[in-house]
């Protein structure tokens, strides 16, 4: 995971990190959907 991190790095300072960071949100608006439904489910 931290060479994947290295790679981006290297590809140009700000914009991997803006695009990393986007990713995450992505990642934790995927995730909040996930668990929504689950608690949905379960009623």
Same mark, same amino acid.
């Given at each position: #995971?931290?060479?994947?991190?290295? =790679?981006?790095?290297?590809?140009?300072?700000?914009?991997?990190?803006?695009? #990393?960071?986007?990713?995450?949100? =992505?990642?934790?608006?995927?995730?909040?959907?996930?668990?929504?439904?689950?608690?949905?489910?379960?009623?």
């Amino acid at each position: #995971m931290s060479s994947q991190g290295r =790679a981006s790095q290297r590809g140009g300072g700000g914009g991997g990190l803006s695009r #990393m960071v986007r990713e995450q949100k =992505a990642r934790m608006y995927i995730i909040r959907r996930c668990v929504v439904m689950l608690l949905c489910w379960h009623d």
